[in-house]
T-cell receptor, first 112, second 112 residues
Framework: GNSVTQMEGPVTLSEEAFLTINCTYT??????LFWYVQYPGEGLQLLLK?????DKGSNKGFEATYRKETTSFHLEKGSVQVSDSAVYFC???????????FGTGTSLTVIP | EADIYQTPRYLVIGTGKKITLECSQT?????MYWYQQDPGMELHLIHY???????EKGDLSSESTVSRIRTEHFPLTLESARPSHTSQYLC???????????FGNGTRLTVT
């Protein structure tokens, strides 16, 4: 079956620290992979995506590389800001289906 | 800016009342989804639709119902609200099976 496992939080970092949020997946075929971000009181917004192996998605200083050999899609940012405080969700959609599979979310708090 | 709109944003209602949560999108997307998000942040798919007159139940058993009479509109109805229905409800849409989901800002429902 299809599933996403992501690092549990909450994560608290100081401003300008390096961020990694781990995400691994199980899927049939060749899924597309996504990171979504949810700010307080809002819905989820697409942060970045990758549709095939070795693709790197990037946006707003965040990056994630689709690693088929390790079935991973870890989110990274070199220097976090207070405004990055949010909940981050890893997700996939398999190429054989129409349903999205989400991880459980990782809450990030960045302190000045 | 949101191309998918949910109303109301907040709703407090008494037990036993019938309620309808509205969701509309202006992107012409065929696929639409309803998720319930619990306080621990995890998303649970409760209903989805692949087009007009097509609706399916999701992974989470729900006492709600949905309809899809028009492409742009996907309302969710609770016939008799209960305190266990207290949650955040997120509506989403996508263009096709591999495209990212677009989310509304959610409806936070409290049943007293």
């Amino acid at each position: 079956g299809n599933s996403v496992t992501q690092m549990e939080g909450p994560v608290t970092l100081s401003e300008e620290a390096f961020l990694t949020i781990n995400c691994t997946y199980t899927a049939t075929g060749y899924p597309s992979l996504f990171w979504y971000v949810q700010y307080p009181g809002e819905g989820l917004q697409l942060l970045l995506k990758a549709t095939k192996a070795d693709d790197k998605g990037s946006n707003k200083g965040f990056e994630a590389t689709y690693r088929k050999e390790t079935t991973s899609f870890h989110l990274e940012k070199g220097s976090v800001q207070v405004s990055d405080s949010a909940v981050y969700f890893c997700a996939l959609i398999a190429n054989t289906g129409n349903q999205f599979y989400f991880g459980t979310g990782t809450s990030l708090t960045v302190i000045p | 800016e949101a191309d998918i709109y949910q109303t109301p944003r907040y709703l407090v209602i008494g037990t036993g009342k019938k309620i309808t949560l509205e969701c509309s999108q202006t992107m012409g997307h065929d696929k639409m989804y309803w998720y319930q998000q619990d306080p621990g942040m995890e998303l649970h798919l409760i209903h989805y639709s692949y087009g007009v007159n097509s609706t399916e139940k999701g992974d989470l058993s729900s006492e709600s119902t949905v309809s899809r009479i028009r492409t742009e509109h996907f309302p969710l109805t609770l016939e008799s609200a209960r305190p266990s229905h207290t949650s955040q409800y997120l509506c989403a849409s996508s263009r096709d099976g591999r495209s990212p989901l677009h989310f509304g800002n959610g409806t936070r429902l409290t049943v007293t």
